[in-house]
């Protein structure tokens, strides 16, 4: 019997394709770097939030993130039922497939967010993510955490889950391993060398990662579960406040089609993935400005706690006031009084009139 031959492909080369790629880059995409940027240093040096305050937060962004995440890939459970769902009430109008993923996606974005220091990035954290995020299906058992073995294809769905036709094809299931290899050992050099500004190295690394699909199934959510990772690692520490997932979900259909145009163009003389970091980018952007404005006064609400709230909504109605007057109308205790007055200070919402005990405040 004759032998059958592999079609040769050629190896994957990570820098070459990146520089290509980023080559003619337009200006546009540089401006909205240095704009994120901006932003990011304004989130790092703005309001100290509370502890409770940021706690409350990123309670709120699992819950979006993870309805998000999954409504992506067909699912239909809602924010509510989500919420529902994680404090141990049973939704039976659901499949168990669905609130399985749901569960899943939840407890390994709680581990991003709460351990993202401690999580070293590379291919055995890629395969034990996968792992963690079937471990409640049954049925995927035999693939969890293991690349495909067989050719699958990327599938645009709409909101009722059914697939409205094919996005891309993706690499052969034997290309898999060392595809995911050389550009996850690729990643990781560009980005401790840190020659390219790493919201580029990070938009490369998804592009590529979509397009490999090394998994038979959980492509789409593991890509954003290593979003947060990878973006938490750059310094975008925002990423727990603000849910990325839902402003792709937002823009889903442009994410099909920044994803589609960008990755036909890979493996060819002309590679170009300014589609694709246009999109990448401007959700990124459109994060860090919602994150800045939990800093603002604006959205004093969403930042307080809620006896500094409490303390917040008094001061608003006197003219002015001293901490025994806010004692004594809100029966708050004088240690958070005075934590909510420098809260309320540095959001220049009050000011301060005198000092020490006889100190007094009033609403700017």
Request: glycine letters at 6%; hydrophobic letters at 35%; proline letters at 3%.
């Amino acid at each position: 019997m004759p032998k059958v031959r592999k079609k040769q492909t050629k190896p994957y080369s990570a820098p070459g394709n990146f520089f290509k790629r980023i080559e003619n880059i337009p200006s546009s995409i540089v401006s909205k770097i240095a704009k994120i940027d901006e932003l990011k240093g304004q989130w790092v040096t703005g309001a100290r939030l509370s502890p409770q305050v940021l706690g409350r937060l990123k309670r709120s962004v699992l819950i979006t993130s993870t309805g998000a995440s999954t409504r992506i890939e067909g699912a239909r459970l809602t924010d509510e039922d989500v919420e529902k769902l994680m404090r141990g009430i049973n939704i039976q109008k659901f499949t168990n497939r669905d609130k399985q993923e749901a569960r899943s996606y939840y407890e390994l974005l709680e581990n991003v967010f709460n351990s993202w220091k401690g999580l070293k990035f590379n291919e055995n954290l890629i395969k034990h993510f996968h792992k963690e995020l079937l471990k409640y299906v049954e049925k995927d058992k035999l693939h969890r955490g293991e690349y495909k073995k067989n050719e699958n294809k990327v599938h645009m769905v709409d909101d009722a889950g059914q697939s409205i036709g094919i996005l891309f094809d993706t690499a052969p299931a034997y290309l898999a391993p060392v595809k995911m290899r050389d550009l996850v050992e690729w990643t990781q050099k560009a980005l401790k060398e840190a020659k390219y500004q790493p919201l580029l190295v990070i938009g490369n690394f998804l592009v590529e990662f979509l397009k490999i699909h090394p998994f038979t199934d959980g492509n789409g959510r593991l890509s954003r579960l290593l979003t947060n990772l990878l973006l938490l690692h750059a310094g975008y520490l925002y990423m727990p406040y603000v849910s990325h997932e839902k402003l792709v979900e937002d823009n889903k259909p442009d994410y099909y089609i920044a994803l589609r145009r960008s990755q036909k163009t890979l493996g060819t003389k002309k590679e170009d993935i300014t589609d694709w970091l246009n999109f990448f980018l401007d959700i990124v952007l459109k994060q860090a400005q919602l994150a800045i404005e939990l800093l603002s006064k604006e959205n004093i609400g969403k930042i307080l706690s809620e006896n500094q709230l409490i303390a917040w909504q008094y001061i608003e109605k006197v003219e002015e006031t001293s901490i025994r007057d806010i004692m004594k109308h809100t029966k708050i205790a004088r240690p958070t009084i005075k934590q909510s007055l420098e809260v309320l200070l540095r959001l220049k919402k009050i000011e301060r009139i005198g000092l020490g005990r006889s100190s007094r405040y009033r609403k700017i």
